[in-house]
């Protein structure tokens, strides 16, 4: 691993002594992937204290972005600060994140007790970005109370959020469509709560009958009974009675006799999708050599043409290379 460099040391303490700047510096950091990322982020580790992380994920125009925006003011209304991730399409041309922190968090850019970070999903199909994680730990050693993580907002594949927050809520409305299918489709599984918001709306208890009718059907694997919260979030109607189920959820996390071993779980989890996320990226960094590299690794970026000018299918070269440890090695830049 790395050794830090003493830039990167002195962003470390500043970012423990509440240093918005170093937290800011950090995150852009963690996204560009520098080389020394691994040792920085073990660093971060060690200063953060495990602060909850509340997902909120939907369709497209159910509100989500609203709803954080009422859900930070009444943390901060408690006192709490707050760090929030807001996971942005992509934008085709620069791979940044389209809509930026004060566009779309406006009323809080001012507040030194609310940082949010818009961070671009990057072709991500799980609804969240690479680097949510490793934000996520920033915000948490920097020191708020609360985080909270709302995705781009691509309806029926948002699953990669299960695995980053303790809490999820799923953001419906009265013309979310096809609610049954895009319940079947998975987002069942993924919600702790349910919020239909809009629920001025003609529909909204139609709706929120069937999540419930969904939920007999289909219950809690570990005996967690998920409420369904009617809400008008721009009023600010239901925001406490949500927050209220997720408080709830929280102390049944905490009060499960497997919680040990589910925060093991995880950390393994963790570990295999930073080996996965590395590796992908070691990949797609050798393959974007294509032939230009064979000069200087014979054989090694022809595996890659031949599967590009279909001489060979992708089955039969991955085969190949994980029958040769030496071969795959050399690709993922293991000396």
């Keep these: 691993m790395n050794k830090l460099s003493s830039s990167y040391k002195e962003l470390l303490e500043r970012l423990s002594g509440g240093d918005r700047l170093a937290l800011a510096r950090l995150m852009t950091l963690i996204e560009s992937r520098p080389p020394e990322v691994y040792a920085l982020m073990s660093q971060v580790c060690k200063l953060a204290r495990a602060v909850p992380r509340l997902g909120i994920t939907g369709p497209p125009g159910a509100g989500k972005s609203t709803l954080v925006d009422q859900i930070i003011r009444s943390?901060?209304?408690?006192?709490?600060?707050?760090?929030?991730?807001?996971?942005?399409?992509?934008?085709?041309?620069?791979?940044?994140?389209?809509?930026?922190?004060?566009?779309?968090?406006?009323?809080?850019?001012?507040?030194?007790?609310?940082?949010?970070?818009?961070?671009?999903?990057?072709?991500?199909?799980?609804?969240?970005?690479?680097?949510t994680m490793e934000v996520s730990v920033l915000l948490d050693a920097f020191g708020m109370d609360e985080i909270i993580i709302e995705t781009v907002g691509v309806g029926q594949t948002e699953l990669d959020?299960?695995?980053?927050?303790?809490?999820?809520?799923?953001?419906?409305?009265?013309?979310?469509?096809?609610?049954?299918?895009?319940?079947?489709?998975?987002?069942?599984?993924?919600?702790?709560?349910?919020?239909?918001?809009?629920?001025?709306?003609?529909?909204?208890?139609?709706?929120?009958?069937?999540?419930?009718?969904?939920?007999?059907?289909?219950?809690?694997?570990?005996?967690?009974?998920?409420?369904?919260?009617?809400?008008?979030?721009?009023?600010?109607?239901?925001?406490?009675?949500?927050?209220?189920?997720?408080?709830?959820?929280?102390?049944?996390?905490?009060?499960?006799?497997?919680?040990?071993?589910?925060?093991a779980e995880f950390r393994k989890q963790q570990l295999i999708e930073i080996l996965l996320t590395e590796i992908r990226h070691r990949l797609l960094a050798s393959s974007s050599l294509g032939s230009q590299a064979s000069s200087l690794e014979p054989g090694l970026a022809q595996v890659f043409d031949l599967v590009r000018d279909a001489e060979k299918d992708p089955y039969q070269a991955a085969a190949e290379l994980l029958?040769?440890?030496?071969?795959?090695?050399?690709?993922?830049?293991?000396?």
């Design 323 to 335: 029958a040769d440890p030496k071969k795959l090695a050399k690709i993922l830049g293991i000396k």
């Design 75 to 131: 943390f901060r209304a408690c006192g709490k600060t707050v760090g929030a991730i807001v996971i942005d399409p992509s934008s085709p041309f620069s791979g940044g994140a389209v809509l930026g922190d004060r566009v779309r968090m406006q009323d809080h850019s001012l507040d030194p007790g609310v940082f949010v970070r818009s961070l671009a999903s990057r072709g991500s199909h799980g609804g969240v970005s690479r680097a």
């Design 161 to 263: 959020i299960m695995g980053i927050a303790d809490t999820t809520a799923v953001v419906l409305v009265p013309e979310s469509g096809d609610t049954i299918q895009t319940l079947k489709a998975g987002i069942l599984e993924i919600g702790q709560v349910f919020v239909v918001n809009k629920a001025d709306r003609e529909g909204a208890d139609r709706i929120a009958s069937e999540i419930q009718s969904m939920l007999k059907i289909a219950p809690s694997p570990d005996g967690w009974e998920v409420p369904v919260v009617l809400c008008q979030a721009r009023e600010g109607e239901g925001i406490n009675e949500f927050l209220s189920a997720v408080e709830n959820h929280r102390r049944h996390l905490e009060a499960r006799p497997d919680l040990a071993a589910r925060q």
